[in-house]
């Protein structure tokens, strides 16, 4: 598990680790609506994390902890 | 039109690469490109941000480097206090040439070394006893510090000490933050982590102090991040954002104020514009204060123009007149400087080798006196870097990270460029070399760079450098050709 933010730019969420310095574009992310918002997310990279599905957070950026699924370095 | 073709810059990779054992070939391949504009990504043509290989020489430095050096140190109302052992804090005193007003030991206290000098016998039982002595006698003898920062050194972090307590202790005691900074020279590959650290060390120690307290908004506050006033940087930025209508409340760090940070939070706009050293507080401060964050480019006219608007496109139209202005103010100086310096300088081929920030920002000011970047590379950049790098270099450009000494010196022999920025522990090589080179990270005792100002500094010392007589003087005189007139003597003639 690692803490993760993500925050909106023009082009669409960005994944940010502030542990590991990754910043990277989210290309897909599983559940995105107001109601439930997280799931599996993918990144530019390849990369893959699982973020507890939830309310969609009020505002951007949010810091929420996420689990790796695959990739990333 | 780069320098050599893509399959040359790929083939002279190679070649450098070759005197390297197997392993070492294949780590350090990682670490140098070949320019290609249509990537998006520079993952899969570039690793950065690992530690160096044992046995080249890296020009990088440490995480207390980045700490102390960089963001800490400028900060002139803050004392800041190299622990450990003397050397670190000595040998890099004052060497950034952050500017600042105020008097040097009265009220600031960039410039001068305060630390704690481990002995044997600090690493044998411990410095924290020693730590807390010291912070009462800075106390008593500079009284107008308004805060204090423990910059711990490798040792301080080796042997255990307990420098948070010791903190918390003096701070209740002086009624002043006293913030420790565990930002040991081991920690992570290069400056870089010490730049997180410290950044994290602002967000626990100080920018929650004044929370809730009474400060007075205007809709045009902005915060300058990431200028150290290197040559006076900052201040030419400032003048340039107040005259087309903003309200600078903070500089971050050069020739800021506790106060100045503490207030930051109250701001409507961050202005970033070292990304690599200060990112992290502005990730901060946008989810904790919702304020948003932009980076900008204070480097030769082109950027500075679509950096003002950038800007002004945060603020209503007041301020993008005010933008307006001072682009139109400015342009018909900047045209006489490009004017007189473009003719000089046209075609030139430069090779940047800098930190983390400034071989993508420098090379718009570059292009605008009509040179040309061939190669650049970082000290200590992250991914992220490198993929706003891709898009400000030509394609078929060589970039390099944490290029080793070897590796620097034999790009230059091949690629020729006609002038190199690069730091001080790079000049001598390429001075005796016979290259013009600037250093681009204390901007050899010249500036600012920064700003319309810093333009016209910038533009004439790369001609001063460039079109210097005396690189026409660099052959040696018993390798020159007989000049003419020896043969036409007479005395000679006579022999
Ligand atoms: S690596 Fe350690 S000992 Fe060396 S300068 Fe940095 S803090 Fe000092």
Same mark, same amino acid.
């Given at each position: 598990m690692a803490n993760i933010m993500i925050r909106k730019s023009d082009k669409g969420y960005v994944f940010y680790m502030p542990k590991r310095d990754i910043e990277d574009s989210i290309t897909s992310m599983e559940f995105d609506t107001p109601e439930k918002w997280g799931g599996e997310i993918k990144l530019g990279n390849g990369g893959a994390y699982y973020i507890e599905p939830q309310v969609a957070p009020e505002r951007l950026p949010y810091s929420v902890r996420a689990r790796r699924i695959d990739g990333v370095e | 039109m780069a320098a050599l073709t893509r399959e040359e810059t790929e083939a002279l990779i190679q070649e450098v690469l070759e005197v390297y054992p197997e392993k070492a070939k294949k780590d350090r391949a990682k670490h140098l490109m070949v320019n290609d504009k249509e990537l998006e990504s520079s993952k899969k043509c570039i690793t950065s941000n690992r530690k160096?290989?044992?046995?080249?020489?890296?020009?990088?430095?440490?995480?207390? !480097?980045?700490?102390?050096?960089?963001?800490?140190?400028?900060?002139? *109302? %803050?004392?800041?206090?190299?622990?450990?052992?003397i050397g670190c804090g000595q040998y890099s005193r004052a060497g950034r040439r952050n500017y600042y007003i105020g008097t040097s030991g009265v009220d600031s206290f960039c410039e001068m070394n305060f630390t704690s000098d481990f002995q044997e016998k600090d690493i044998v039982f411990g410095g924290d006893k020693k730590l807390a002595k010291l912070i009462n006698e800075i106390e008593g003898l500079f009284p107008l510090n308004k805060g204090i920062s423990i910059q711990s050194e490798c040792p301080v972090g080796l042997i255990g000490d307990d420098i948070e307590a010791v903190a918390k202790k003096a701070a209740k005691e002086l009624n002043k933050p006293v913030v420790p900074v565990r930002c040991e020279g081991f920690r992570g590959v290069s400056q870089s982590l010490g730049h997180h650290i410290?950044?994290?060390?602002? #967000?626990?120690?100080?920018?929650?102090?004044?929370?809730?307290?009474?400060?007075?908004?205007?809709?045009?506050? %902005? /915060?300058?991040?990431?200028?150290?006033?290197?040559?006076?940087?900052?201040? !030419?930025?400032?003048?340039?954002?107040?005259?087309?209508?903003?309200?600078?409340? /903070?500089?971050?760090?050069?020739?800021?104020? @506790? +106060?100045?940070?503490?207030?930051?939070?109250?701001?409507?706009?961050?202005? =970033?514009?070292?990304? #690599?050293?200060?990112?992290?507080?502005?990730?901060?401060?946008?989810?904790?204060?919702?304020?948003?964050?932009?980076?900008?480019?204070?480097?030769?006219?082109?950027?500075?123009?679509?950096?003002? #608007?950038?800007?002004?496109?945060?603020?209503?139209?007041?301020?993008?007149?005010? +933008?307006?202005?001072?682009?139109?103010?400015?342009?018909?100086?900047?045209?006489?400087?490009?004017?007189?310096?473009?003719?000089?300088?046209?075609?030139?081929?430069?090779?940047?080798?800098?930190?983390? =920030?400034?071989? #993508?920002?420098?090379?718009?000011?570059?292009?605008?006196?009509?040179?040309?970047? %061939?190669? +650049?590379?970082?000290?200590? +950049?992250?991914?992220?870097?490198?993929?706003?790098?891709?898009?400000?270099?030509?394609?078929?450009?060589?970039?390099?990270?944490?290029?080793?000494?070897?590796?620097?010196?034999?790009? %230059?022999? /091949?690629?020729?460029? *006609?002038?190199?920025?690069?730091?001080?522990?790079?000049?001598?090589?390429?001075?005796?070399?016979?290259?013009?080179?600037?250093?681009?990270?204390?901007?050899?005792?010249?500036?600012?760079?920064?700003?319309? *100002?810093?333009? !016209?500094?910038? /533009?004439?010392?790369?001609?001063?450098?460039?079109?210097?007589?005396?690189?026409?003087?660099?052959?040696?005189?018993?390798?020159?050709?007989?000049?003419?007139?020896? @043969?036409?003597?007479?005395?000679?003639?006579?022999?």
């Open positions: - | 160096s290989l044992p046995g080249v020489m890296t020009m990088r430095g440490c995480a207390y !480097a980045g700490s102390k050096g960089v963001l800490w140190g400028p900060i002139k *109302d %803050v004392i800041s206090i190299s622990h450990g052992p410290a950044n994290d060390s602002v #967000r626990d120690w100080i920018i929650t102090n004044r929370d809730g307290h009474p400060f007075e908004k205007t809709p045009y506050d %902005v /915060a300058i991040l990431g200028d150290y006033n290197v040559g006076g940087d900052a201040w !030419a930025s400032r003048i340039l954002l107040e005259e087309m209508g903003l309200r600078v409340v /903070a500089q971050w760090s050069g020739d800021g104020t @506790l +106060a100045e940070m503490e207030n930051t939070p109250f701001v409507k706009l961050n202005l =970033l514009h070292c990304y #690599r050293s200060m990112n992290y507080i502005s990730r901060y401060m946008e989810e904790k204060y919702n304020i948003p964050w932009i980076e900008y480019n204070f480097f030769g006219p082109s950027k500075i123009k679509e950096s003002l #608007r950038k800007i002004a496109s945060f603020f209503d139209d007041k301020i993008k007149e005010g +933008a307006e202005r001072v682009i139109e103010k400015y342009t018909p100086s900047m045209e006489a400087v490009i004017a007189k310096y473009k003719p000089r300088l046209q075609g030139k081929k430069v090779m940047l080798y800098v930190g983390g =920030l400034r071989p #993508r920002h420098t090379v718009g000011a570059y292009e605008d006196l009509g040179m040309e970047v %061939v190669g +650049a590379g970082y000290e200590f +950049a992250h991914n992220d870097d490198y993929d706003r790098t891709i898009k400000e270099m030509g394609d078929a450009t060589l970039i390099y990270d944490d290029v080793t000494g070897y590796e620097f010196e034999e790009f %230059v022999k /091949a690629i020729k460029p *006609d002038l190199i920025g690069s730091g001080i522990k790079e000049k001598y090589v390429f001075h005796k070399m016979g290259v013009p080179f600037r250093q681009l990270h204390s901007w050899d005792y010249s500036g600012p760079y920064h700003g319309y *100002d810093g333009f !016209a500094v910038f /533009a004439r010392d790369m001609d001063m450098t460039l079109n210097n007589p005396c690189w026409n003087m660099m052959q040696t005189p018993w390798q020159e050709k007989p000049a003419k007139s020896l @043969l036409k003597d007479p005395l000679l003639k006579a022999a």
